[in-house]
């Protein structure tokens, strides 16, 4: 059983090694198998782009097939580091996007405490190629190879639990039975968001709060995230993909949660990235009113329906 379940995974269906990525990878090449000719973009981001880039609802609008097609490569937890090694993992699996548009937003552009990005790598999910990256990122590159060979060589102790929710998935709790960022993703990996209940966006909104107002008071740009942002953006540059910025939508609630010296420091930051590597930027943050959001900054299905068709205008005039 170990037998086959490691040629499964190394050889007949690698994707599930990382469903979150596999899934997602697998769907984008069936829409582009779908259109051929068309220009492809794809989105990179953090939950805001898995739940809040909607492509089908452009897809609706789109008149032409000569439109850009746009693809949700959101990862739930995912800021700079996953964005690049997303990216990295699409150009070896030979997908060459016309356009990268990779989210831009702050809080994980500060690692410290839950926001570093290296307390949310999960060894049994890495593949081999993506032993280089981590190399150049992980503070602790011998720990995380040693759980990955282990997870590799032990796949059916490593994956019990998700191969379990598949199989039987009345022995798992629901909360546990499908992975956030794959639960109800359509053909376009978008996933379906919470809707804005107001109790429930009230409550979350109250529970976000101070971990933000905390994070925001310990505030600095980490050179770790700006350097991993710019290899994402040299790295699709390389490969002849226009690139574009964008910082999702926000609540007016979350948008008061920033200090001013916090939006200094962002907006010194974006603009020193923007005019070294001449990349243009997307503030999407208030586009959107505040019946748009389940919380602080995750857009409803209905908002990300509204958010995506305006972004696809801007990607159809990325310069």
């Known amino acids: 059983m170990q037998v086959c379940a490691i040629f499964m995974l190394e050889v007949a269906r690698p994707g599930l090694r990382d469903p979150e990525y596999g899934l997602r990878a697998e769907r984008l090449h069936q829409r582009l198998a779908e259109n051929p000719g068309r220009p492809a973009a794809v989105v990179l981001g953090s939950s805001r782009v898995t739940f809040g880039v909607r492509p089908q609802a452009w897809e609706d609008e789109c008149t032409t097939r000569t439109r850009p097609l746009l693809f949700n490569m959101g990862r739930v937890g995912g800021g700079p580091l996953f964005e690049l090694l997303t990216l990295r993992r699409l150009y070896a699996d030979g997908v060459k996007p016309d356009v990268v548009l990779i989210e831009y937003w702050p809080p994980f552009l500060c690692e410290e405490g839950p926001f570093d990005e290296m307390t949310r790598v999960d060894a049994s999910r890495l593949y081999l190629a993506d032993r280089p990256l981590l190399r150049k990122y992980h503070p602790d590159t011998a720990a995380l190879e040693e759980a990955m060979w282990t997870s590799r060589c032990n796949p059916l102790f490593a994956y019990r639990q998700r191969w379990l929710a598949a199989l039987a998935p009345s022995w798992v709790p629901r909360a546990k039975r499908n992975e956030p960022g794959c639960r109800g993703m359509d053909a376009w990996g978008w996933v379906p968001g919470l809707e804005n209940e107001p109790t429930q966006r009230t409550a979350r909104l109250a529970h976000f709060y101070p971990i ?80 748009c959001f389940a919380d602080g900054f995750h857009l409803t299905p209905a908002g990300a329906a509204a958010f995506t068709q305006r972004l696809g205008e801007k990607c159809e005039r990325c310069p």
């Open 212 to 291: 933000y107002r905390d994070h925001f008071a310990q505030f600095d740009i980490s050179p770790k995230a700006d350097r991993a942002l710019r290899e994402s953006i040299t790295l699709a540059r390389s490969q002849g993909a226009k690139v574009m910025l964008v910082h999702m939508p926000e609540s007016s609630e979350f948008r008061q949660w920033y200090s001013e010296r916090v939006e200094a420091s962002v907006r010194e930051h974006r603009e020193r990235l923007c005019d070294e590597l001449s990349v243009p930027f997307v503030d999407a943050r208030s586009w959107l009113g505040d019946e």
